[in-house]
């Protein structure tokens, strides 16, 4: 198939129009992952909040879990697939190094021959993805575009790993974004540090794995490294997310951020001053770390559980490996 050239004009504003999910299919307990870590559920829940976690079989691959999410926010946003002009797939365990999984989820939700590109930035992913979706309608250059953050991080995990292993799950979570009439999407605070490169990476390389000198590369993190740079910086990209919006903490119905850790989620709602009428998302208790589909997962979750309605703001934060970073506040669909 052909693509045609972009014939939509120039927006001055863009929206999130809707939000689609799917989570991992088995609930996996503490208990469940403490043995190889030598570690107990009254550890874990006081260290990161969590209870449970999501997490995939094997027959339920990371595109399964993006299509869903993907035809869920498509019907609900009440467009055709083919009216997507670009599609962005935020994950870091597409297992391909090429071709990307944008395109293929493109082709399975109808989207064909929308631009489909893969984002590489972690727990920051869907902000990005965000970020460009805005940028990419507001300029013509497309009228929707499907935004997905998705992983299926337990394809990554060493159990025997107390770094990170224990915390992560499995989902995707997905946006259309489009044309607005009024402001629904804030400018983006964005950027990296890439001087803590390796503060979350994996153990080896493909090509160590290859030539027989590493085992198959898992996820590692410096917690501590992680912790105090998620709390101290990201409290200060928040604050400037609200800034570059004209919006003030009071302003808020939500504060959505990366499901890292509960004790991070506090500590930077305590840092905002956040007044108790906003709701801070704690799905991180219930479905572990999702990485790149931890914000649409947890945003998608307090709006279907009415704990806050469409319209109202919410500011949305995603910091991971890179260590990257992202940030905006949106009309909440």
């Not at 045609?4 to 939000?19: E, G, R």
Request: charged fraction near 20%; hydrophobic fraction near 45%; glycine fraction near 10%.
């Amino acid at each position: 198939m052909t693509a045609t050239l972009n014939q939509y004009q120039a927006v001055k504003f863009s929206k999130i129009y809707a939000l689609g999910a799917a989570r991992g299919d088995l609930v996996v307990t503490n208990d469940d992952v403490a043995g190889p870590i030598d570690s107990s559920d009254e550890w874990i829940r006081q260290r990161t909040g969590i209870v449970t976690r999501r997490r995939a079989s094997k027959d339920r691959s990371l595109m399964d879990m993006a299509v869903e999410a993907s035809n869920e926010a498509i019907t609900k946003a009440g467009i055709d697939p083919k009216e997507i002009g670009a599609v962005i797939f935020s994950t870091i365990t597409h297992p391909f190094q090429t071709p990307s999984a944008a395109t293929l989820l493109a082709d399975k939700v109808g989207a064909n021959p929308a631009p489909a590109y893969d984002v590489s930035a972690a727990c920051a992913g869907y902000c990005y993805g965000i970020a460009q979706a805005d940028a990419l309608v507001r300029s013509g250059m497309a009228k929707y575009v499907l935004v997905v953050g998705g992983e299926k991080l337990s394809d990554f995990i060493d159990p025997t790993d107390r770094s990170i292993s224990f915390l992560l799950g499995d989902g995707a979570g997905a946006a259309i974004v489009g044309p607005s009439e009024t402001p629904g999407i804030s400018p983006s605070v964005w950027g990296s540090d890439g001087s803590k490169w390796d503060a979350v990476s994996m153990t080896s390389s493909l090509l160590e794995f290859r030539d027989g000198t590493a085992a198959w590369p898992t996820l590692h993190q410096e917690g501590q490294t992680v912790f105090r740079w998620a709390v101290w910086e990201m409290a200060k990209v928040a604050k400037q997310a609200l800034e570059v919006a004209g919006v003030k903490p009071e302003d808020l119905s939500a504060l959505v951020t990366h499901q890292a850790n509960i004790r991070i989620i506090d500590e930077l709602a305590k840092q905002l001053e956040l007044p108790d009428s906003v709701v801070v998302a704690r799905d991180i208790i219930n479905t572990g770390n999702t990485s790149a589909a931890s914000i649409p997962l947890a945003m998608h979750e307090l709006l279907s559980s009415g704990a806050v309605k469409s319209g109202g703001l919410a500011l949305e934060i995603g910091f991971g490996a890179g260590l990257a970073f992202g940030a905006q506040v949106v009309v909440l669909p």
